[in-house]
């Protein structure tokens, strides 16, 4: 069902708590992509460490080439029907994927999940509660840089609607990169679903 995709560079002190968040979801129908952009400390290491013999798991390293071109490059090696991006600084509550897959299966029409999600600032953690009242709502917010995160994580997008409208990533750019990938999958979008639970631990540091 999922395509989690993990760009990593230089991320040996956080990439061992992603992957194992990955590792505790209680909904395994899923496959995860970890693509190191010419990482050069012990990321590489740690990744097969982490890995091991995990067959969901897939870890490329290339040479660096920036955010952008390595989210690209692992989205055209997806093989399941949903992508889910997660930052290598960051980590998935263990039931992040189930409720996804919970609105999935319901049988209601739906391109793009998105859920509340969880800041973590040293020992603090503040949840954030969005609460959408519409679909239009939550575009309008996002397009005006209002109070939904302008970035690919804590959300999940149907894989044939980015390929059937040839979305992708602006390679030649690392700034502002999710805002425009997800313009285009949000314009392009009949049906958005929004969940009322953190789907997302994101560090406020990140």
Not at 73 to 89: C, I, P, R, T
């Amino acid at each position: 069902m999922f395509s989690i995709i993990v760009p990593v560079y230089n991320s040996s002190s956080t990439i061992v708590a992603c992957l194992n968040s990955i590792k505790a979801q209680i909904f395994e129908d899923f496959e995860v992509i970890v693509v190191s952009d010419g990482s050069s400390d012990s990321t590489d290491d740690l990744c097969r460490e982490c890995i091991g013999e995990d067959s969901r798991f897939l870890f490329i390293h290339r040479n660096h080439e920036g955010v952008s071109s390595t989210r690209q490059y692992a989205l055209n090696l997806s093989q399941k029907e949903w992508v889910v991006f997660l930052d290598a600084d960051d980590t998935m509550p263990e039931d992040s994927l189930l409720k996804m897959a919970e609105v999935i299966n319901s049988g209601i029409q739906v391109d793009l999940i998105a859920g509340n999600y969880t800041a973590l600032s040293g020992q603090t953690k503040q949840y954030i509660d969005l609460s959408f009242n519409s679909q239009y709502e939550y575009i309008r917010e996002f397009l005006s840089f209002g109070i939904v995160p302008t970035t690919v994580w804590g959300k999940a997008v149907r894989i044939s609607l980015i390929k059937q409208n040839n979305i992708s990533f602006n390679t030649n750019i690392d700034i502002c990169e999710d805002y425009l990938f997800l313009s285009k999958v949000l314009l392009k979008s009949q049906y958005i679903r929004f969940i009322r639970s953190s789907l997302y631990n994101w560090t406020a540091n990140s």
